[in-house]
């Protein structure tokens, strides 16, 4: 059974770049939601999608936007790319269709985002 | 608003001793859901246990378990006879139902570095 997959698993840019990063979900799931973890902190939610569309998002700027395949992959793209945005970049999914307390969040290895 | 408060940074354990990481949280929410997770160098964030606010038991998973005080909004991990491969970063995260359905993003703390010694 496999886990959740991101690409690439790291990543060089320059500021003002724009970088897409890429999610497989876990083997039935069908939400996915990403997070941003700067050095030395906890991961900070930025979106999550389910059914293709974006249903939350947290405070982050609309360089940040998304988009979810109807094979529940998912990516992030990130515009205008700042020195600030460099940073591990996880994935999460989750089932839906039960409670919500049983939408636990199963993580990917990450993508780690370098921006110079 | 929700916030999560992890108050040690490091701790350093003895191998099979038992350990306690700490964590408080703050919410207006009656309903809502705390989590542990773990995160090796690797990078990758392992779930380890969950308690739900209306749950009445302490979580348990293995050697994991989950000090629920709801009063003093405290929600302990507690790792029972550590190992060597218990050291890494541990993270205590909340969620709440969302309005529209399912469930809100994880809200995390700044998490604990624990190194056990041999």
């Known amino acids: 059974d496999a886990g959740v997959t991101q690409s690439p698993t790291h990543l060089i840019k320059t500021r003002g770049q724009q970088v897409t990063l890429r999610c497989s979900p876990k083997?039935?799931?069908?939400?996915v939601s990403w997070y941003q973890q700067a050095l030395g902190q906890g991961p900070q939610f930025i979106f999550q999608y389910y059914e293709e569309e974006e249903r939350q998002r947290g405070n982050f700027p609309d360089r940040f936007s998304g988009h979810q395949f109807p094979n529940y992959s998912s990516e992030l793209n990130v515009n205008a790319l700042l020195l600030g945005d460099s940073a591990l970049y996880l994935c999460a999914s989750s089932p839906s269709g039960g409670p919500w307390y049983q939408e636990t969040q199963y993580f990917g290895p990450g993508t780690r985002l370098l921006v110079l | 608003a929700q916030k999560i408060t992890q108050t040690q940074p490091g701790m350093f354990v003895q191998e099979k001793e038992a350990v306690t990481l700490d964590c408080t949280y703050d919410t207006s929410d009656q309903s809502y859901g705390l989590f542990w997770y773990k995160q090796p160098s690797s990078g990758e964030m392992i779930f380890l246990i969950y308690q739900g606010s209306y749950d009445e038991q302490n979580a348990t998973e293995g050697r994991y378990s989950l000090n629920f005080q709801k009063a003093r909004k405290s929600a302990n991990l507690v790792i029972s006879a550590s190992q060597l491969g218990d050291s890494a970063m541990y993270f205590c995260?909340?969620?709440?139902?969302?309005?529209?359905?399912?469930?809100?993003?994880?809200?995390f703390g700044k998490g604990t570095h624990l190194i056990i010694q041999p």
């Open positions: 083997s039935g799931h069908d939400t």
């Open positions: 995260a909340m969620r709440r139902p969302y309005s529209g359905g399912g469930a809100d993003g994880l809200t």
